[in-house]
């Protein structure tokens, strides 16, 4: 489970972190906003490829272990309360009739 959740968190990360690096640099520059194309644009035309990958180990390093505690997480509580049963042992014997 925890490794479902920790490749969960890779794949993520892969996915979503360009717009996070938007975001980011989008709340760092409170004066003006921002245009998304333009700023990719000028990512790439000043830093290169390498621009877009500032910060990316600290979301990786964040996101892996999260996704995986979150997925542990959900699935135990999961598995133990769908064996909880809320009637009492009288409520159950009254609808089975005995």
Avoid: H, W
């Avoid at 479902?4 to 409170?30: E, H, I, P, W």
């Avoid at 309360?81 to 009739?97: I, W």
């Amino acid at each position: 489970m925890a490794m479902s959740g920790a490749f969960a968190g890779f794949c993520y990360t892969n996915v979503a972190f360009v717009f996070d690096l938007l975001k980011v640099r989008a709340q760092f520059d409170k004066k003006k906003q921002i245009n998304y194309k333009q700023e990719i644009s000028r990512i790439y035309r000043e830093e290169g490829l390498k621009g877009f990958l500032n910060g990316y180990q600290g979301m990786l390093l964040r996101d892996f272990p999260g996704f995986a505690f979150y997925f542990m997480s959900y699935e135990l509580i999961k598995r133990n309360l769908s064996s909880f049963d809320p009637q009492t042992e009288e409520q159950s014997t009254l609808k089975k009739g005995a």
